[in-house]
């Protein structure tokens, strides 16, 4: 799992002596002269402060950059303040328990966590406004092509941070992001295959979140790049969208072709599809072929076969998403959630030894 933050546009910053601590009320007390009573009275609307005593601590908080603690103005006040989540999907597994995740993470922290559903018809400009009007900023699920597109198209002054695919090589996202590596992971798998004897394997892919090829994904990336390395021409990538319909399709044209003896899946549902076509098909898993999820949801230790997968660490990434908005947020006191695990290849009856 990889996080990236970015210096954030009030509070804090980059010096050639290192990074530059928030400033705090009793910072902006100092520097107006008053008591930081007094600056707590002026933040939160108080009325029984002169007039000159509230320019002198607007002009230091202007100064200072200083931007109030939410969670504690939230246990002060009873006014909880709100985080609001831009996504495409609330159902499949890796939204499911990403904002399982993000929400545990904002309770904790104080504040309450709202969910926009995004389509290709809405109006993202729109939809963004409104969700930065709650105040609490926004994360984004960018695991796709509209969530990418939201996230490009939050303003620079809106405290944001996102769960994006892994950047290709070399880049990072342009906002505060977190991602597993997947990329790594799928070769990893692939790798696994091709070491049971398996001459090739096929691709079963998810819809890239950026680009027009299926190839553009991290996860098709690793399947690429774990078949070239090992002097396999990879073949032409099937699959033409998330849910076991459309695995279940791809693995009856798979099924026909007697030369596949092994195929990784974008996700588990795709893999749940694909296993129900071969089955339907006559070809038995893992003796005639050996069948590889991506995911690990719930049910993919329970189906039969139980499905081989890689499991990816959703909820943690929904923590540490949280943890970067929230040092946008609170200054004062920046938390970070726990380092979510790295991807992992779990081992199951759905894959084995290429039959001789």
Sequence with gaps: MHVTGHTSSGGYGDSPLGPRKAASIRDVAAAAGVSYQTVSRVINGHPNVKEETRKRVDAAIQTLGFRRNPTAFALASGVTRSVTVITSNTVLYGYAATLQGLEEASRAGGYALGVRVVTPEDDLDRTIAAAADTGGGVVVIGYDRIG?????????????????????????????????????AARAATEHLLSLGHANVHYVAIPASTGTRRLAGPRAEGWRQALEAAGVTPPPPSGKGWDAQAGYEAGKKLARNKDVTAILCGNDDLALGVLRALHHAGRRVPEDISVIGFDDAPHSAFITPSLTTVRLDFHGLGRAAFGLLRAQLDTDQQEWAPVPAEPTLVLRESSGPRKA
């Design 148 to 184: 990418a597109a939201a996230l490009d198209r939050v303003p620079a002054h809106v405290p944001c941070a996102a769960l994006v695919e892994a950047p290709a090589p070399g880049r990072t996202p342009g906002r505060p992001a977190v991602w597993a590596d997947d990329r790594a």
